[in-house]
């Protein structure tokens, strides 16, 4: 039976502002924002002293993902439930090619993944690994599906790397086709001899992972790729940034006029280098690329989202278990699987250390984490905004309560979380999808297969 209730009394984190108003829902959509009059007959739930923001939209994840000798550890039914309790309504996944498959078996592989087991709305970048003779028309026929952004990653070589000449191919490519190309930029050649020294040297720890990666081998990769595009003539948009000298090519870009847009992540806003400094094997669960980096580095992406340099977070949610999975690299660093759990935690986080230290104005934080994803990735206005006509995904979110992260409680499916014992204030309390109630206070209340496949637009 389609439900028709209110919100009522909230602070609406709406696009023209925050505003104290009622959210009517009905049929899973937004009919309204304003007020109810309170002899209206309908539903009512008190969100006095809330703030109600829409549902987390998440661009980046890797769910089910074989990767680096391992697959990641959270399915697409587990990550699903993580992110509704987290207040996250919506993914878009890396859909990863295999060495001689074609684009479109991709899809369907990865289709055959989610469909049924997702528990929010989601949809997939296609992540192009082996270009192939015949790719360009492949990639025309799955953007015609809707699946309208690639990746290409310019480091792990032998795994995922291209050239630049296949760089520059696609490019040009999913330009003509209106698609979004994601870039992950490093330079995969210098950061192999500096591994390759390191492992000479018989620096095998996880902090070498650190120092074969320095800010440098970022930049240069972020700059050649701005070149690349603009010889090109296209659009791109950088994936998980983690400096200030990316942070500054892509605002340079961006004032000569270039369509270049970032991304930064939870755990390059709020985690130090430090961390590789640990004893033993710990720092392999920091082991992310780019690897994390030093305060002036997390200060230029700050300033670089209250600017709109950036224009989203994400989580880059790719959870190995240290168990069995980061321990691949326990003799040799270049073995551990690269990536960390946060799908679950990256609304609270921006909010309770984002907007409460006021790095970020509630309306900022909303921007990054919901309307500017959907938009850069053709799923707005149905997704990321609190407006007449979009989807009932909405987040209420307690300012006066506050949690506390611990793996042992979390829903991830993974033996750590970066964020141990993390102090966040605030607390996601209920999570709507399309109107129907599917995490309350940590809790996952909604149905397993609810989430829908979404058809995106071109950008
Ligand atoms: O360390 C990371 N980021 N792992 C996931 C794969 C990628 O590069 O996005
Ligand atoms: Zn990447
Ligand atoms: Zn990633």
Known sequence: MPRRFGLVGGTVVAEDGVHRADVLIDSGRIESV???????????????????IPGGVDVHTHMDTPF??????????SASRAAAVGGTTTYVDYAFQRAGERLPEVLARWAGRANGRSAIDFSFHLAVTSPYPGMVADMALVVADGVTS???????????????????????ESSRLGATLCVHAENGHVIDVLAERLVRDGRTGPLAHLLSRPPETEVEAVRRAIMLA???????????????????????AQRAGRPVAGETCTHYLLLDADL????????????????????????????GLREGILGVVSSDHCPFCMAGQKSLGAEDFRRIPNGAPGIEHRVSLLY???VRPGRLSLSRFVEVACTEPARRFGLYPTKGVIRRGADADLVVLDPEAASVVLARTMTQNCDYTPFERWHVPGRVEAVYLRGELIARRGRFVGRQDAGRFLVRRRA
């Not at 109810?36 to 008190?46: F, R, T």
């Open 34 to 52: 304003g007020r109810i009059p309170p002899s209206a007959d309908v539903e009512k739930v008190d969100a006095r002293g809330k703030i109600i």
């Open 68 to 77: 680096m000798g391992t697959v990641t550890s959270d399915d697409h039914a």
């Open 150 to 172: 690639f990746k290409v990653f310019m480091a792990y070589k032998g795994l995922a790397m291209l050239d630049d000449g296949e760089l520059f191919s696609i490019l040009t």
């Open 230 to 252: 603009d010889l090109a003539d296209a659009p791109l948009y950088f994936v998980h940034l983690s400096t200030a000298g990316a942070v500054a090519a892509v605002a340079e």
């Open 276 to 303: 590789y400094h640990q004893p033993g094997f710990e720092a392999a669960k920091y082991v992310v690329s780019p690897p994390l980096r030093t305060a002036e580095h997390r200060e230029a992406l700050w300033r």
């Open 352 to 354: 309770g250390h984002g």
